[in-house]
């Protein structure tokens, strides 16, 4: 079956320090890919996707993420994380022709301290 | 722009009763809405597809009479838990997607369902 796997459920980092969330997927197709946001309280909110072209994709708020395909990773960055990018982060992909079935990630929930 | 909102936020009703959830695109046109459920620490898990004027696709295990998907125009999708139990207790979810760009979905801020 197809799944999506966050590595880590929790994350805590310092202000200004760098972050990796990594996602993984399990599907052989072809596959739009997704990061989604939801900051406490609020929806989930589109970060940044990929759906074909340069690998590197740059989506709001400095995060950008990497496509790479023999490795089925799609892992989320960011070189600066400040203390309002506290949230928790889904990673979800779309197999192409699935009609819009996304498959989610468990979520990784990141805490900055300030 | 492509905003969706769901109504009520949360909601609190006794087992056997019947609970309506609302999902409107506020300033856009929703082709396809979706609908998810959500455990405490879990992902997102699709329930249905809804395409306006036809009938909803469930996914596997999602019982059709147990979950009432009605899409009656381009910017309303309601979803009705009939007969409630405690056990479907969860955070419901709608997406939709715009005409214009169907593989990005835009998420509703949930609906938290608690069955006594």
Redesign the interface.
Request: charged share 15%; proline share 0%; hydrophobic share 40%.
């Given at each position: 079956a197809q799944s999506?796997s966050q590595h880590n459920h929790h994350v805590i980092l310092s202000e200004a320090a760098s972050l990796e969330l990594g996602c993984n997927y399990s599907y052989g197709g072809t596959v739009?890919l997704?990061w989604?946001v939801q900051y406490p309280g609020?929806?989930?909110?589109?970060l940044l996707?990929y759906?074909s072209g340069d690998p590197l994709v740059k989506g709001i708020k400095g995060f950008e993420a990497e496509f790479i395909k023999s490795k089925f990773s799609f892992n989320l960055r960011k070189p600066s994380v400040q203390w309002s990018d506290t949230a928790e982060y889904?990673c979800a992909v779309?197999p192409v022709g699935s009609?819009?079935?996304?498959?989610?990630?468990?979520?990784t929930k990141l805490s900055v301290k300030p | 722009g492509a905003v969706v909102s769901q109504h009520p936020s949360w909601v609190i009703c006794k087992s056997g009763t019947s609970v309506k959830i609302e999902c409107r695109s506020l300033d856009f046109q929703a082709t396809t809405m979706f609908w998810y459920r959500q455990f405490p620490k879990q992902s997102l898990m699709l329930m249905a597809t809804s395409n306006e004027g036809s009938k909803a696709t469930y996914e596997q295990g999602v019982e059709k009479d147990k979950f009432l998907i009605n899409h009656a125009s381009l910017t309303l999708s309601t979803l009705t838990v009939t007969s409630a139990h405690p056990e479907d207790s969860s955070f419901y979810i709608c997406s939709a997607t715009l005409a214009t760009e169907q593989e990005t979905q835009y998420f509703g801020p949930g609906t938290r369902l608690l069955v006594l």
């Open positions: 999506v739009n997704f989604y609020q929806h989930l909110q589109l996707k759906f889904f779309d009609q819009g079935n996304l498959i989610f990630g468990k979520g | -």
